[in-house]
C-alpha cells in the first residue's frame, strides 16, 4: 500500500489558513449572539403578552405588560442591526475591504504597510481631463 504523500504548506498558506477559519468562528459566533437576541426578544414579548392577558385587572402589570411588547420588538431590530455590522465587519477583515475593517477597528498599519496603503490610494491623474492653455 502506497500513502499519499501529505502536502507541504508554506507559512504564508498556513496563515491565510488560520484567518480564513478564524473568519468563519466569528460568523458562526455573530450567528449565535443574534439567535441570543431573538430567545430575549420573544422571552420580553411573551411575558408582556402574558401580563397583558393574564393581569388585565391589575393597572401596573398591564403598562408593565404594554412596555414589554415593544420592547421585545425593538431588540430583535436591534440585535440584526448589530448581526449585520458584525458579518460585514468580520467579513471585510479577510475578504471584501481589508483597509477599511481595520480602520473601523482602529488596527494600525505596521510602517511598511501603511507606505503601501497610502501610496495606493493616491488618485493619478486621468488622461482625459482638460488642459488649459496658457495665458499670453
Not at 46 to 68: C, N, Q, R
Not at 99 to 108: P, V, Y
Request: proline share 6%; net charge positive.
Amino acid at each position: 500500500m502506497s500513502e499519499e504523500p501529505r502536502p507541504v504548506y508554506t507559512r504564508n498558506q498556513l496563515a491565510v489558513q488560520r484567518t480564513l477559519l478564524a473568519v468563519q468562528r466569528n460568523l458562526l459566533a455573530v450567528e449565535r449572539t443574534f439567535l441570543a437576541y431573538l430567545r430575549t426578544a420573544l422571552a420580553f414579548s411573551g411575558v408582556g403578552l402574558t401580563l397583558v392577558e393574564v393581569f388585565s385587572d391589575e393597572k401596573l402589570l398591564l403598562v408593565i405588560g404594554w412596555i414589554f411588547i415593544p420592547l421585545g420588538l425593538l431588540l430583535v431590530f436591534w440585535g440584526g442591526w448589530r448581526s449585520l455590522k458584525a458579518r460585514r465587519l468580520s467579513k471585510g477583515l479577510c475578504e471584501e475591504r481589508p483597509r477599511r475593517a481595520r480602520r473601523m477597528l482602529g488596527i494600525q498599519y505596521p510602517p511598511s504597510e501603511q507606505a503601501a496603503a497610502d501610496q495606493s490610494t493616491v488618485d493619478e491623474p486621468s488622461t482625459s481631463e482638460s488642459k488649459e492653455a496658457p495665458h499670453g
